[in-house]
């Protein structure tokens, strides 16, 4: 018997946007959140790890001026899948750390389960929020370093 995702709480974000929040949050604090959902997880049914391994895969960049893909060279990853029932949890994380992809598999099948999605929205939000300060702080240390060619 699968689940079927709670609509009492509406969901903040995607699954995809999610995967992207946590794969760029601080890997201890991932592995805590998935520490505190995993007893919920394992209530419902047993969990079983398919995959939990390093590896290498292409990094492709578009050329700005042609528009045509090619790949800077290779990026190591880490990468682990949950299953649970019919359900499939993913992460994959850059760096060798199998732990932190597995957090994030693990929270990939609570959000696709339904189970603590508000610990887990709060989670996201607070992360996307710190990722996107950082962002902007690293913009604007780019930015004040352009140059506007119609001043010469």
């Known amino acids: 018997m699968g689940y079927i995702p709670s609509k009492v709480m509406q969901e903040t974000f995607s699954q995809s946007q999610a995967l992207a929040i946590l794969t760029q949050a601080a890997a201890q604090e ?10 919920l997880l394992e209530q419902h049914a047993p969990l079983e790890v ?6 290498l895969v292409m990094l492709p960049y ?3 001026v042609h528009g045509t ?14 299953r649970q029932n019919n359900l499939l949890g993913y992460g ?6 199998l732990e932190q992809a597995l957090a994030v598999a693990l929270l990939d099948l609570a959000f696709q389960a339904g189970i603590g999605l508000e610990r887990l929205n709060r989670f996201l939000e607070a992360a996307q929020s710190e990722q996107t ?5 690293l913009f604007a240390k780019v ?10």
């Open 30 to 39: 991932v592995k805590a959140l998935a520490e505190e959902l995993l007893p």
């Open 50 to 55: 398919t995959q939990n391994r390093t590896g």
């Open 62 to 64: 578009r050329d700005t």
């Open 69 to 82: 893909l090619f790949h800077l060279g290779e990026v190591l990853i880490a990468e682990a899948q949950v």
């Open 92 to 97: 994959m994380v850059l760096g060798r750390d």
């Open 133 to 137: 300060h950082v962002h902007n702080q």
């Open 143 to 152: 930015d004040a370093t352009r140059v506007q060619m119609e001043t010469f």
